[in-house]
């Protein structure tokens, strides 16, 4: 009892604190940003396609800086609408404070115990910044930690009554198609209502969007989803999904062949499996690894959308794993993808060393569903034949 009380008292002497920081933490990470660049990069395009949708213009015509077109699927442009009423920086403000206060979730869903949150959320909160995915998505003003954020929040808060379970995570799928593979990730580990009021969210997104926008409802699910030149080549330096690597080493810019489509079922379905085993063992990592299975078997996985690296690492922390929680954030820091050379279809003369790094995330994760799955196997053995469970040193 006294523990607890503890405990509250130390979240709550934090929590303002933390907060405060969060915020000064926000200007500076938004003042960097436009300081280098201008505009993000990224959140220029989401704007030039909400100013499309308010004066009626085709919103896969539009282009931001460097005639980079609108790629998301309608239902995200009207999202994005109501900041293009404001000026572009309080648009970015907005976008980099949500996404803060998201990255901060992702960390807390690593800390369950609330004197170590309230001790350890805000320096473990500024240390992900260092991640590679995280430090992109902020300054392109990409959606990816809103998105992550999203279904996290909505498979791990206490706030969220039963029934609304799956709302967000339509929602994003709604926004970003990758979140529909934890529809059967939701199926498969007994969470069916979830599942289905996700698949009903997502729909009625989607339905929403078509009565707003018919034509480019239409345009993009009969045209723009199927068009590989929308996003640019599979096999460009950054690609880290499974497809990415298949480009570069087949010479062409899309995937092709029966070594992609077996190696892709294969990625979704072990990666589910092994997903559904660390459920028994561990919620949160259970729903790491679905949301690393989704990037793996992408068509495009850039770097800046592997942020579901930061609660894997925290929560494999978590379970004991230290180092193999290490070597996660040492990959997602240094990132050597960053490092090679790109464009120009230059990624067809990688030789094995730098397909390997290029390719760091997808072998990374690879490495992290075959040690799992391993450990998990164990777990369950234990469990029948009536052995102790115990967590890895």
């Excluded at 206490?158 to 609304?164: K, Q, S, T």
């Excluded at 820091?333 to 030789?351: H, I, K, T």
Aim: net charge positive.
């Amino acid at each position: 009892m006294a523990t607890g009380v503890r405990a509250r008292a130390a979240t709550h002497r934090w929590r303002w604190p933390v907060l405060a920081s969060m915020l000064a933490l926000g200007g500076v990470v938004l003042a960097a940003a436009l300081v280098s660049g201008g505009r993000p990069l990224d959140l220029a395009v989401y704007l030039a396609g909400g100013d499309a949708v308010m004066h009626g213009r085709p919103l896969y015509d539009a282009a931001g800086p460097h005639g980079l077109l609108f790629t998301y699927p309608p239902f995200a442009a009207l999202l994005v609408t109501p900041l293009v009423l404001v000026p572009a920086p309080l648009a970015a403000a907005a976008v980099t404070a949500g996404s803060l206060a998201l990255l901060a979730r992702l960390v807390a869903v690593g800390l369950p115990d609330r004197a170590v949150r309230a001790r350890w959320l805000l320096p473990l909160t500024v240390a992900a910044l260092a991640l590679e995915p995280v430090r992109l998505t902020l300054q392109l003003g990409q959606v990816n930690l809103l998105v992550v954020g999203a279904v996290v929040l909505d498979a791990t808060s206490d706030r969220i009554p039963r029934r609304a379970r799956g709302v967000l995570t339509g929602l994003a799928a709604a926004v970003k198609l990758t979140p529909l593979v934890l529809l059967p990730y939701l199926v498969l580990t007994g969470r069916r209502r979830a599942a289905a009021t996700a698949a009903a969210t997502a729909l009625g997104a989607t339905l929403l969007a078509t009565v707003a926008l018919p034509h480019d409802t239409a345009r993009y699910w009969l045209h723009v989803l199927s068009d590989p030149h929308r996003i640019g080549s599979a096999a460009y330096a950054g690609n880290s999904a499974y497809s990415g690597l298949v480009a570069r080493v087949e010479h062409r810019p899309q995937p092709a062949g029966l070594a992609w489509v077996v190696g892709e079922l294969l990625l979704i379905g072990v990666g589910l499996a092994v997903a559904v085993l660390a459920h028994r063992t561990d919620a949160r990592l259970g729903l790491c690894l679905a949301g690393l299975t989704g990037l793996l078997v992408s068509p495009i996985s850039w770097t800046h959308h592997w942020v579901w690296l930061v609660p894997l690492a925290v929560v494999v922390a978590d379970l004991g794993r230290r180092g193999l929680a290490a070597l996660v954030v040492a990959v997602a820091v240094v990132s050597p993808q960053q490092l090679l050379p790109r464009g120009g279809d230059v990624e067809y003369a990688f030789g094995a060393g730098r397909l390997a790094a290029d390719s760091a995330y997808l072998l990374l994760s690879v490495l992290l569903l075959l040690v799992l799955a391993r450990e998990d196997g164990r777990h369950e053995a234990a469990a029948h034949t009536g052995g102790p469970l115990r967590r890895p040193a």
